[in-house]
């Protein structure tokens, strides 16, 4: 990452990437330092996510592994077909390791439906349940799935560990609905893309006490980053761009996304 001034935090300023999936290949050459540079930039703590079974065992190795690396585990929309029960009972397994801090990605994802719709409805009313079981807050994914995905979260809730939709780039009317449900609203770096405007505008209107931020690397590098490997270090660029419609410094939105992410993880200060 080149030097600037503008992305430089204060020494008390730390980030915490709450969604990067550190499993994948992207990283496999270099993970130890992707994970340096990211802590190198205040970038200090990382959330790994599960999308199917084997991503989420990696999820828990790599939490186990690296200081400040925590995982979540579940089944993504896209391997639905691939859940069962014995699947839910190892991921219940799982749960129980000490620095998984969450229950997802789940939800639903229409744009692709890799799995069928009924099926993945299935699977998501499902999770929601175990992730009450499992005490754990739950990370949405919800793809050109809007209201299936509100009305399951309202008919499984309250989930009193709350939650996150995760890498949100709805609008303001959606980022409203998310947070009657007391959940937090994620960005990522789709915040920097010129067309973001809709997106931009929902960011404003949220309070920055519900806002989390993300990179969902290795997808979705910001400007100017896209098209190549996303990785954590690159969150300054999504909490400037979010200073930056608050009105607010670097380091205000770093510092209170932090607590944000620590109270919905569980996380220690």
Known sequence: METNPSLTLLPESRLIDTHCHLDMADYESDLEQVLATAHRCGVTR?????????????????????????????????????????????????????????????????????????????????????????????????????????RLLKEKGPFPQGGVMHCFSGDTALAEKVLELGFYISIPGIITFPNATIMREAVQAVPLEKLLLETDGPFLSPVPFRGKRNQPEYLLRTAAVVAELKGVSLDEVAQQTTKNAEKLFGLNS
């Open 46 to 150: 990382i959330i790994t996510i599960g999308i199917d079974l084997a991503s989420s065992c990696q999820a828990v190795d790599l939490a186990k592994s690296y200081e400040g690396v925590y995982a979540a585990v579940g089944i993504h929309p896209h391997d639905a077909d691939a859940a069962d029960e014995s699947v839910f009972r190892q991921l219940t397994e799982l749960a129980a390791a000490s620095k998984v801090v969450g229950f997802g990605e789940i939800g639903l994802d229409y744009a692709k439906k890799y799995s069928p719709k009924d099926v993945q409805l299935r699977v998501f009313a499902r999770q929601l349940e175990l992730a009450k079981e499992l005490q754990l807050p739950i990370i949405i994914h919800d793809r050109e799935a809007h209201e299936d995905t509100l």
